[in-house]
């Protein structure tokens, strides 16, 4: 069984570029979110999709769009890149349903750097 | 508006030492709670995940328990080691089936 993957592993843009971040779910998982983890903090919730649709999102702009495909892999965008965009971002999936009981499991993350 | 907070941030104790790790959170409405590890500038490996009607869980080492009538889970870890250093962070899924986060705890185990 594969776990949850991510690519690239870091990235480095300047400000004002847009930036697309790939995830893959973990097999049979229905339900993929996005986070954002600033340096020493806690992962910050962006949205969330299940089954193609977004059902879920944090407070965050609308520059930060998603997809997710028919394989349930998923696509994180942000356009317009400001400083404050620096951080660790985090794909987790679960089995789903979207439901809230499910445990969640992580890929190991996109490192993104603007400069 | 849910809150987690985990004191304290920073912990560092000898090998061999039993610890306890908290996590609170303002809003007792939460579907299920769960404690998560991270090492450095890695990923989230998930630990273990407590549903509201659960007062516990046990993997190994570590022991979570949930009280949500008070907001507080604690993280037991028992006879420390080194390979246990990491940052240990607990998450609530609230009402709106969010995960809220806690900012962790560094634990360092010194040899």
């Known amino acids: 069984e594969t776990g949850v993957t991510q690519s690239p592993t870091h990235l480095i843009k300047t400000r004002g570029q847009q930036v697309t971040l790939r995830c893959s779910s973990q097999s049979g998982h229905n339900t993929v979110s996005w986070y954002q983890q600033a340096l020493g903090q806690g992962p910050q919730f962006i949205f969330q999709y299940y089954r193609e649709e977004e059902n879920g999102r944090g407070n965050f702009p609308p520059r930060f769009s998603g997809l997710q495909f028919p394989n349930y892999s998923s696509e994180l965008n942000v356009n317009a890149l400001e400083l404050d965009d620096s951080a660790l971002y985090l794909c987790a999936s679960n089995p789903g349903g979207g439901s809230s009981y499910n445990e969640q499991f992580f890929g190991p993350g996109t490192r993104l750097t603007v400069l | 508006k849910q809150e987690v907070t985990q004191i304290p941030a920073a912990l560092s104790v000898p090998e061999g030492e039993n610890l306890v790790l908290n996590c609170s959170f303002t809003d007792s409405a939460i579907y299920n709670l769960q404690w998560f590890r991270q090492d450095p500038g890695k990923g989230l490996t998930s630990l273990l995940l407590?549903?509201?009607s659960q007062r516990e869980q046990t993997s190994g080492r570590l022991n979570a328990s949930l009280d949500k009538s008070s907001g507080r889970s604690t993280l037991y870890i028992a006879a420390s080691q080194p390979g246990d250093s990491a940052t240990y962070l607990c998450a609530a899924r609230d009402s709106n089936y969010q995960l809220i986060w806690g900012a962790g705890t560094k634990l360092i185990i010194k040899p």
């Open positions: 407590i549903q509201s």
